[in-house]
C-alpha cells in the first residue's frame, strides 16, 4: 500500500492550497480516507475525514469553514482544499487509509503560513 501525498508549499497567511494524496495498492473505494497533521512540538492530531462514499465527513473544529475534503474513487485520490489558511496550521500533514482496525500513512507533506 502507498498513499503519496502532494501539494504543500509555503503561503502567505490568508492563502490557499490544495492538498492531494494518491492511493495505491488497496481497494480505494472501501476506505475511510483522512487527512492529520503535526506541527512542530505537537502531537499528530486529526483534521478530516470522509466515508468511502463521501456521506460522511468530519472536520476538526479548528478547520470548520476554511478546509474542504473531498476524494475521487475513480482516480484513487482524497483532497484537503485549504483557504485563508493561518500560521497555526503550520505543519507536516498526513493522508491515511482505514478500514476497520487497518489504518495506513503517507509520508507527509510540509505546509508553511507565514508572511
Known amino acids: 500500500v502507498q498513499l503519496v501525498e502532494s501539494g504543500g508549499g509555503t503561503v502567505q497567511p490568508g492563502g490557499s492550497l490544495t492538498l492531494s494524496c494518491a492511493a495505491s495498492g488497496l481497494t480505494f473505494r472501501d476506505y475511510a480516507m483522512g487527512w492529520a497533521r503535526q506541527a512542530p512540538g505537537k502531537e499528530r492530531e486529526g483534521v478530516s475525514c470522509i466515508s468511502p462514499g463521501s456521506t460522511r465527513i468530519n472536520y476538526t473544529d479548528s478547520v470548520k469553514g476554511r478546509f474542504t475534503i473531498s476524494r475521487d474513487n475513480a482516480k484513487n485520490t482524497v483532497y484537503l482544499q485549504m483557504n485563508s489558511l493561518k500560521p497555526e496550521d503550520t505543519a507536516v500533514y498526513y493522508c491515511?487509509?482505514?478500514?476497520?482496525?487497518?489504518?495506513?500513512w503517507g509520508q507527509g507533506t510540509q505546509v508553511t503560513v507565514s508572511s
Open positions: 491515511n487509509a482505514r478500514l476497520g482496525s487497518v489504518i495506513y
